[in-house]
Every structure is written in C-alpha cells, then in structure tokens.
Nanobody, 114 residues
Framework: QVQLVESGGGLVQPGGSLRLSCAAS????????MGWYRQAPGKQRNLFAT???????NYADSVKGRFTISRDNAENIMYLQMNSLKPEDTAVYYC????????WGQGTQVTVSS
C-alpha cells in the first residue's frame, strides 16, 4: 500500500516562509497529477495546488503568487514552497493524488502566528 508522508510544517510568523515535502513509498508522481490539500480547524479539507506529470501547475486564488508547488519524480518527492504566509494559512497540510485518493497521511501542521 502506498504511503504518503508530509513534513516541514511548523510555527512561523506572518510574512515568513516554510517548505513542505511529500514523500511517497512508491513511484506515483510520474503518472499522476498530485496536489496539496489543507484543512483548517473546523473546516473541510480543500485542494489548493496541483502539479501534473508534465509539470503544469494550478493554484487556488488564495495562494497564487505566494506558494509554489514542484515535484521530483525520480525521488518520489513533492514540495510546496510557501512564502508571505498569513494567519489564514494555518492548517494541517496533506498531499495526495488528485484524480483519486490514496490513504491520507498524517499531514503536517502549519501555524502562522505572531
């Protein structure tokens, strides 16, 4: 069974940066559009950034221009560079395939607060 492991979260002040990583136990990145999701307290988990096997990317308006999604197919790792963080970015961040969902990982907590 494929396992997804997110890492890189933490506590950061508004305006700060973090880089998240998503590692998969097998090669799923080469063949699927992958996405980053986040779930804020009391809210649904939402998809906000995707990257295709061809490298094309899409972003929700809320993160466009601040976040950058990328992938390393050879290493089965996906990244999310987050800049200019805002308190409303506080959430648990997850990665998964977009077209279907593998079992969710534990996620990584991102807290933006002064």
């Amino acid at each position: 069974q494929v396992q997804l492991v997110e890492s890189g979260g933490g506590l950061v002040q508004p305006g700060g940066s973090l880089r998240l990583s998503c590692a998969a136990s097998t090669n799923i990145f080469s063949f699927n559009r992958m996405g980053w999701y986040r779930q804020a307290p009391g809210k649904q988990r939402n998809l906000f950034a995707t990257v295709g096997s061809d490298g094309t990317t899409n972003y929700a308006d809320s993160v466009k221009g601040r976040f950058t999604i990328s992938r390393d197919n050879a290493e089965n790792i996906m990244y999310l560079q987050m800049n200019s963080l805002k308190p409303e970015d506080t959430a648990v961040y997850y990665c998964n395939v977009v077209q279907y969902h593998l079992p969710w990982g534990q996620g990584t907590q991102v807290t933006v607060s002064s």
